[in-house]
C-alpha cells in the first residue's frame, strides 16, 4: 500500500517538474523575443507590428496570445475551467 503512495507522489512530482520546466522556459524565451523584435525594426518583412506576446496554457499547452489568457498565480491559462482550483462561481477577477 505504501508503494503506491510512493509511486503516486513520483508520478506528481514529475508531473510538477514538467510544468516548472515549461513555465521557466516561457519566462526565458519571453525577453528574447523582446530583444529581437527592439534589434529588428524596420529591418526584415513587415509582419511585426502589434504580435502580441504569446504564452503557453499551463493546463494544456496550446499557445495564445498574452491578451486572451488568464493570468494565475505567474501562469497562464487559455480558459477558466483550466485553472488548477476554482475559487468557487465568481465570474469577476483573475484576468488582469
Ligand atoms: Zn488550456
Redesign the pocket.
Known amino acids: 500500500m505504501a508503494r503506491i503512495l510512493l509511486l503516486l507522489a513520483i508520478v506528481l512530482g514529475i508531473f510538477w517538474w514538467l510544468r516548472q520546466r515549461a513555465s521557466a522556459r516561457q519566462a526565458t524565451e519571453r525577453p528574447a523575443q523582446r530583444r529581437s523584435q527592439a534589434s529588428g525594426n524596420g529591418g526584415n518583412g513587415g509582419n511585426g507590428q502589434d504580435t502580441e506576446p504569446m504564452v503557453q496554457?499551463a493546463?494544456?499547452g496550446?499557445h495564445l496570445p498574452r491578451g486572451d489568457a488568464i493570468a494565475w498565480h505567474g501562469l497562464h491559462?487559455?480558459?477558466r475551467s483550466?485553472l488548477p482550483d476554482m475559487p468557487g462561481e465568481g465570474d469577476n477577477g483573475a484576468r488582469s
Open positions: 496554457c493546463h494544456c496550446v491559462y487559455c480558459r483550466h
